[in-house]
T-cell receptor, first 111, second 117 residues
Framework: GEDVEQSLFLSVREGDSSVINCTYT??????LYWYKQEPGAGLQLLTYIFSNMDMKQDQRLTVLLNKKDKHLSLRIADTQTGDSAIYFCAVASGGYNKLIFGAGTRLAVHP | GAGVSQTPSNKVTEKGKYVELRCDPISGHTALYWYRQSLGQGPEFLIYFQGTGAADDSGLPNDRFFAVRPEGSVSTLKIQRTERGDSAVYLC???????????????FGPGTRLTVL
């Protein structure tokens, strides 16, 4: 079945850029997503990219997609302490309905 | 406006008991999803409703799990003969329309934490 892999932990200094990486197996995925989960809060959609795009920029967020290598990344510029959270990569499967999530990358931002 | 709500927020039960978990989606959203998130893992798809019907229940782990959405709004996830391995956070999400091509943003509720002793 479909699989999504992420590294589990990333630590960065405040003000630096963070890059969270994800690989997936389902080449038919048309939309790929990044969700953020903070303690006590629900999953929040951060950004997404359509499979015919290589890059998408949204304020401090940049998403890069390499379809050949089935690799997705999320870059957060000027990382702040408020960015500390778990970030999930997800790909759409089964006709856009089912999301397949990675295990999440815990981002820790330190002064 | 109101987001997706789930009740109860926490449920503790004993092995072998029956539980029901409720989800109130965003008003007007026709698509509803249930996911299960175990500790340290990402959400795992369980079932997808389009209106009143279950369009994809391929993620339900076994026949102890069942979900309904009789009027196309509120949904209930039912677990019979609970086992300790069922302990997890059960997440509900809704989206305006599940089938149309498009970004299909799913809006998630806060989840119900189920603990089976």
């Amino acid at each position: 079945g479909e699989d999504v892999e992420q590294s589990l932990f990333l630590s960065v200094r405040e003000g630096d850029s963070s890059v969270i990486n994800c690989t997936y197996t389902d080449s038919s995925s048309t939309y790929l997503y990044w969700y953020k989960q903070e303690p006590g809060a629900g999953l929040q959609l951060l950004t997404y990219i359509f499979s015919n795009m290589d890059m998408k920029q949204d304020q401090r967020l940049t998403v890069l997609l390499n379809k050949k290598d089935k690799h997705l990344s999320l870059r957060i510029a000027d990382t702040q302490t408020g960015d500390s959270a778990i970030y999930f990569c997800a790909v759409a499967s089964g006709g856009y309905n089912k999301l397949i999530f990675g295990a999440g990358t815990r981002l820790a931002v330190h002064p | 406006g109101a987001g997706v709500s789930q009740t109860p927020s926490n449920k503790v039960t004993e092995k072998g008991k029956y539980v029901e978990l409720r989800c109130d989606p965003i008003s007007g959203h026709t698509a509803l999803y249930w996911y299960r998130q175990s500790l340290g893992q990402g959400p795992e798809f369980l079932i997808y409703f389009q209106g009143t019907g279950a369009a994809d229940d391929s993620g339900l782990p076994n026949d102890r799990f069942f979900a309904v959405r009789p009027e196309g709004s509120v949904s209930t996830l039912k677990i019979q003969r609970t086992e300790r391995g069922d302990s997890a956070v059960y997440l509900c999400a809704s989206s305006p329309e599940g089938r149309l091509a498009g970004v299909n943003e799913q809006f998630f509720g806060p989840g119900t934490r189920l603990t089976v002793l």
